[in-house]
Nanobody, 116 residues
Framework: QVQLVESGGGLVQPGGSLRLSCAAS????????MGWYRQAPGKQRELVAI???????NYADSVKGRFTISSDNAKTTMYLQMNSLKPEDTAVYYC??????????WGQGTQVTVSS
């Protein structure tokens, strides 16, 4: 089993920055990818950014150039640096871990609100 705990969400003004963290614990030796997803009210959950076990990254077009995903070498903590935040970035952000044996793990989510 894997446990994921997000932190770092909050209220920020447009143009501001936040850094989300995802702490992973448990059987985290078989990671294929880790990623950040978000879900705004009334909308489906969407991929924000993903990082593979080899460190390759991919981003949603809406956040390219503004958000950066990273992880520590042990893959126990993943980060999402969010810059130049916009009101449309407001959502609950979820941490995800997908293992090579096709297990899908989710954190409980952290609220990000971008508003003046």
């Amino acid at each position: 089993q894997v446990q994921l705990v997000e932190s770092g969400g909050g209220l920020v003004q447009p143009g501001g920055s936040l850094r989300l963290s995802c702490a992973a614990s448990g059987s985290i030796f078989n990671i294929a990818t880790m990623g950040w997803y978000r879900q705004a009210p009334g909308k489906q959950r969407e991929l924000v950014a993903i990082i593979t076990s080899r460190g390759n990254t991919n981003y949603a077009d809406s956040v390219k150039g503004r958000f950066t995903i990273s992880s520590d070498n042990a893959k126990t903590t993943m980060y999402l640096q969010m810059n130049s935040l916009k009101p449309e970035d407001t959502a609950v952000y979820y941490c995800n871990l997908f293992s090579r044996d096709a297990n899908d793990y989710w954190g409980q989510g952290t609220q990000v609100t971008v508003s003046s």
